[in-house]
């Protein structure tokens, strides 16, 4: 059984005058992977055809050797964060951080320790307690919004 995690292949997409054009990369179980490019370069377009949430022009984008778009987006077991706000403004930062989790029935007291310590790590446990709308936003204070670039 293979390693890889996610496969691309050949990858096109096109939106407006910009082509992102015939990527094809592996990347494998265990493996630390950072895509990084100058702004408008793609990044986000890649990312976003590697969650499935674009469809390219071409070529293939697989996941565990399943193509992303054909499992639902909930069986995906893939996280996406938007570099702008993407919290849900009705729930806690820990709702938000253990959202995910909880979409996959993990017990909440499983979920509760696992916030903690991601809360831990990030160094955001003081803020667990507040909501989207109080925390600091590093200089955006535009308010919270999803936005999802590609058809």
Known sequence: MSDTILSIRNLIIRRGDFILNDVSLDIHERELFAVIGKTGAGKTMLLEASAGFCKPDHGQV????????????????????????????????????????????????????????????????????????TLSGGGNSSGWHLHVRCS
């Open 62 to 133: 697989l996941y565990r050797g399943t193509p992303v778009r054909d499992i639902p987006l909930h069986k995906r077991n893939i996280g996406y964060l938007y570099q702008d706000y993407n919290l849900f403004p009705h729930m806690t930062a820990a709702g938000n951080i253990g959202y995910s989790l909880k979409m996959r029935h993990v017990p909440n007291s499983e979920i509760q320790s696992m916030v903690q310590e991601i809360a831990r790590l990030f160094e955001v446990d003081g803020v667990l307690d507040q909501y989207p709308g």
